[in-house]
């Protein structure tokens, strides 16, 4: 199957030599991202129906409803010396253990570094984020912003600055702006910098 276009590579996955040669490439990475889309709506159990992963350079989109053989898999989701990406990783864990029948450590789950790092008004500028990724404040977002700052548990002045701050940007952010960089991006630079930095509220 040809690349679709873009300037990310993507490469349809549809047969088990397919799935092989891409197990090869993905060999050779320090780091994969990987998402998982299931539907478990309809019928008993989880059936899985897409699998992503991608090595930074090259995202393989992989048809798991036409290879029932997902084995070349295994050797990097198994490989305790790459590092696995995920956002929300539970329910992708619960489907590879269910498919392949393995873990698949070490993750490095986004949402969870999210969570407890949280997102700043400032990390905008201070890690170059486009000017089209931060979504407006609604109308409904700047009132919860008032009400917030009245709360005695968010007197604190670095609370009441970040609240400010957001309000006169009138743009808010989410995890999902990181997505306008390379995945390896949160875990190389935007988590051991704010780390480093100290930069979270608490």
Not at 59 to 86: C, H, M, Q, R, Y
Request: aromatic share 8%; hydrophobic share 35%.
């Amino acid at each position: 199957m040809p690349d679709l276009p873009g300037k990310m590579k993507y490469q349809m996955v549809e047969t088990h030599e397919e799935l092989k040669k891409a197990a090869q490439v993905l060999a050779g990475a320090r780091s994969i991202a990987l998402d998982l889309e299931g539907d478990s709506m309809f019928h008993y159990g989880d059936t899985l129906c897409l699998a992503q992963v991608s090595d930074g350079s090259r995202t393989w989109l992989i048809d798991p409803l036409k290879i029932k053989d997902l084995s070349p898999l295994s050797a990097i989701l198994g490989n305790t010396g790459v590092e696995k990406i995920l956002h929300g990783s539970d329910y992708d864990i619960r489907l590879i253990r269910g498919r392949l029948g393995i873990n698949c450590p070490p993750i490095f789950d986004t949402e969870l570094a999210a969570r407890f790092l949280g997102m700043s008004s400032y990390d905008a500028q201070k890690f170059q984020i486009p000017s089209q990724v931060p979504m407006p404040l609604t109308d409904e977002d700047r009132r919860r912003a008032r009400e917030v700052r009245e709360y005695p548990w968010f007197a604190d002045k670095r609370w009441q600055r970040e609240i400010k701050q957001m309000e006169s940007l009138g743009v808010k952010l989410e995890l999902e702006a990181f997505s306008s960089k390379n995945f390896k991006f949160i875990t190389e630079e935007y988590v051991p910098r704010k780390l480093k930095d100290k930069d979270w509220l608490d």
